[in-house]
């Protein structure tokens, strides 16, 4: 008998505007946008091997809503060249480089909706 094979999990994020939200990622993060569906109310975004998902939500009140409580965890190698590069791109760092005790260097941005999206890389890597 096989075993399904699972594969990595893909968050799905509110926006209030999925175009605004696409060029963020793209400007401020360094995504591409990958494939956006107004019709559907659905946003793809890109970088290496991460991938974000994003659903139109019913306004920007809303999106800021739910945002506010939505995060997302991307695990990076060279952390601190990333870091150097979302400051020269003018991201919006909530916080920069930590140390945390959970043996992780970690940062943090908030996109236009409150989504939280950190980054983190093992302290042993």
Same mark, same amino acid.
């Given at each position: 008998?096989?075993?399904?094979?699972?594969?990595?999990?893909?968050?799905?994020?509110?926006?209030?505007?999925?175009?605004?939200?696409?060029?963020?990622?793209?400007?401020?993060?360094?995504?591409?946008?990958?494939?956006?569906?107004?019709?559907?109310?659905?946003?793809?975004?890109?970088?290496?091997?991460?991938? /974000?998902?994003?659903?139109?939500? !019913?306004?920007?009140? +809303?999106?800021?809503?739910?945002? *506010? &409580?939505?995060?997302? @965890? /991307?695990?990076?190698?060279?952390? !601190?060249?990333?870091? +150097?590069?979302?400051?020269?791109? *003018? &991201?919006?760092?909530? @916080?920069?480089?930590?140390?945390?005790?959970?043996?992780?260097? +970690?940062?943090?941005?908030?996109?236009?909706?409150?989504?939280?999206?950190?980054?983190?890389?093992?302290?042993?890597?």
């Amino acid at each position: 008998m096989s075993t399904p094979e699972l594969n990595p999990a893909i968050p799905q994020l509110p926006s209030g505007d999925l175009q605004r939200t696409a060029d963020f990622y793209r400007d401020r993060l360094g995504f591409t946008e990958s494939k956006l569906f107004p019709e559907h109310g659905h946003l793809i975004v890109r970088r290496g091997l991460v991938e /974000i998902h994003f659903w139109l939500a !019913a306004s920007e009140e +809303e999106a800021k809503h739910y945002g *506010g &409580a939505s995060s997302c @965890y /991307i695990r990076v190698r060279n952390i !601190a060249l990333l870091y +150097e590069e979302l400051l020269n791109r *003018g &991201a919006p760092i909530r @916080y920069g480089l930590t140390r945390q005790p959970w043996g992780m260097n +970690e940062m943090q941005v908030d996109d236009p909706y409150g989504n939280a999206i950190r980054f983190g890389e093992a302290l042993d890597a």
